[in-house]
């Protein structure tokens, strides 16, 4: 696959960065400002904690778990769950917290170290049957699925559930194709990818919302293609932006790099073509949310609720993009720049200003 062409950039960028990939950043502002409910901050720092009580024992060392928790994996939960009810929102995010979690494993660990986990018996967990391995994974899912069980209607439960099965086959099955990503075409990377990072997201914003829309996902075909459309936006966003992680780690499941390995390694086209699929997506939603809403079906409770949460979830995973570690690098702190210059160093994504005209 051809590497990533470097672009030149001002002069007054340090000498040290001017050989790195760079790009101009796209700017995608249709549902920003992400929404930032009362009490942030602490309850983040709630779920992080709790998130390293539960998750601690399938880390290595306290570093490796530190640099997991870096990654603000909570913050996405309240970020995108925003209209969350108080007495949900936590739960979402234990259970969000711990698909990022598996999702790394699957990604970079041995297969001696996923049996070792206990991954191949999540499965049996999730259908309430005993697994076979007593570690920290095997652990938290029985007592998530257990206070699932206690707060969701057995609809939602049950479509859940499905879900979480279709993450877990499709993480071991990426593990396969991202030995031969320039092989893939794009569609079949995003029918694996929405699988891996959107179905699931789906029953929990019915539950966090406290509503059930088994009903109206039969009868409005509009309505399933918009929770589609919302899990091909993080595609394209969180493709772009971790595109530096996968860069220098190796992880090639990613977008970009299908479109770099149409065009010669042309790291600007690439971007400005995974772009341009995220704005078709985008207005796309727009049209079919307007429909929805200006039919008879957007009138009626909770159809209306469900479809600003999920512009809430479009803003909010992309503000997370730019604020995480995870794509950004250890130590990242985001300087608020959306219509950047963007140079990929190995240690951390710089959002510059654009050189003068």
Sequence with gaps: MPAPTAR???ASVPEA????????????PRFMPARHR???????????????????????????????????TSLWSLLTYASAREDRVELICAWIDFLFSIDDVFAGASEARIRELGLQD????IDGRP???????TRAFCLLRQRSLTLMPDGIWARYAHTLHGFLHTCRLEREIVQDIGALDL??????RNSSIGE?????????????????????PELRRLNVLVARHWIGVNDLFSYRKELYSGDAMNEMQIALADNGGDLQGAVDRVAATVRRTEAEFDRLAAHLRAGTAGGSSPLPAYLRALEELIAGNLEWSYLTPRYNGRGHVWNGLTDAHVVLTPHRTLYLPHPPA
């Design 122 to 125: 999540l499965c049996a967990v």
């Design 131 to 137: 697994a076979a391995t007593d570690t920290a994974y």
């Design 8 to 10: 030149s950039i001002s």
């Design 38 to 72: 009362p009490g942030l901050p602490a309850l983040e720092e709630r779920c992080s904690a709790r998130l390293a009580d539960l998750v601690g024992d399938a880390y290595d060392s306290r570093e490796a778990l530190d640099a997991f928790l870096e990654y603000r």
């Design 17 to 28: 960065w001017r050989n790195y990939p760079s790009f101009r950043m796209p700017v995608f």
């Design 187 to 192: 569609p079949t990377y995003e029918t694996h």
């Design 200 to 220: 699931c997201c789906f029953p929990l914003l019915e539950f966090a919302l406290g509503i059930d829309l088994g009903q109206a996902l039969r009868r409005l």
